[in-house]
């Protein structure tokens, strides 16, 4: 069984800070998507990485997928309270594509 | 395109008790999943379908079926349900062989009592 680990689980930062997630497996994957979920909703994809060292920004957002394709990172340039919810990475593998979902990382960003 | 919609949004059953929730897409991908979301555990595939008439299993498939007969349906049935199947259930769908986006539904709170 794949296992996708996210850190830190819970994050609480005052608007303005800077944060990073972390996603890391010991299995490769063909492309990794990061995911926001906000209370009472399903997940929203938010960006797929597909190349080993391949960065891409998403206005304040920048994700990295490792060389080795087994973890990626999420940082967050000034975080604002529309930033909160809970991000999810999801590694994509077999002929299915289907995906193995990490454990989440919550984020609370306040005023 | 009203996208992936779950009925019902909220359900309680009693242990032993049968049920099957809904899911419906409009966007004609060939692609369908159920995943449940419990706390501390991210989203863990059920099954998955692939196109109409062909199902497979995923990560955590016990205790749950699922058919296939439309591209737009693919319901999920609990058979005899059990206190270890509470839990948030989500379906998702996705065009195959184009975009990789995955659209989710809103979502199916179950509480087994």
């Known amino acids: 069984t794949q296992l996708l680990e996210q850190s830190p689980q819970f994050l609480s930062i005052q608007e303005g800070e800077n944060l990073t997630v972390y996603c890391n497996s010991s299995s490769v994957f063909s492309s990794l998507q990061w995911y926001r979920q906000e209370p009472g909703e399903g997940p929203v994809l938010l960006v797929t990485?597909?190349?080993?060292?391949e960065v891409k920004k998403l206005k304040r957002l920048t994700f990295q997928f490792g060389d080795a394709r087994k973890d990626s990172s999420l940082h967050i340039t000034a975080a604002q309270p529309g930033d909160t919810g809970l991000y999810l990475c999801?590694?994509?593998?077999?002929?299915?594509?289907?995906?193995?979902f990490g454990t989440g990382t919550r984020l609370q960003v306040t005023l | 395109n009203a996208g992936v919609t779950q009925t019902p949004k909220f359900q309680v059953l009693k242990t032993g008790q049968s049920m099957t929730l809904q899911c419906a897409q409009d966007?004609?991908?060939?692609?369908m999943s159920w995943y449940r979301q419990d706390p501390g555990m991210g989203l863990r595939l059920i099954h998955y379908?692939?196109?109409?008439?062909?199902?497979d299993q995923g990560e955590v498939p016990n205790g749950y079926n699922v058919s296939r007969s439309t591209t737009e349906d693919f319901p999920l049935r609990l058979l005899s349900a059990a206190p270890s199947q509470t839990s948030v259930y989500f379906c998702?769908?996705?065009?195959?062989?184009?975009?990789?986006?995955?659209?989710f539904g809103p979502g199916t709170r179950l509480t087994v009592l």
């Open positions: 379908s692939v196109g109409a008439g062909i199902t």
């Open positions: 966007m004609n991908h060939e692609y």
């Open positions: 999801a590694g994509a593998s077999g002929t299915a594509s289907k995906l193995t």
């Open positions: 998702a769908s996705r065009d195959i062989s184009g975009s990789d986006t995955q659209y």
């Open positions: 990485v597909v190349t080993g060292g």
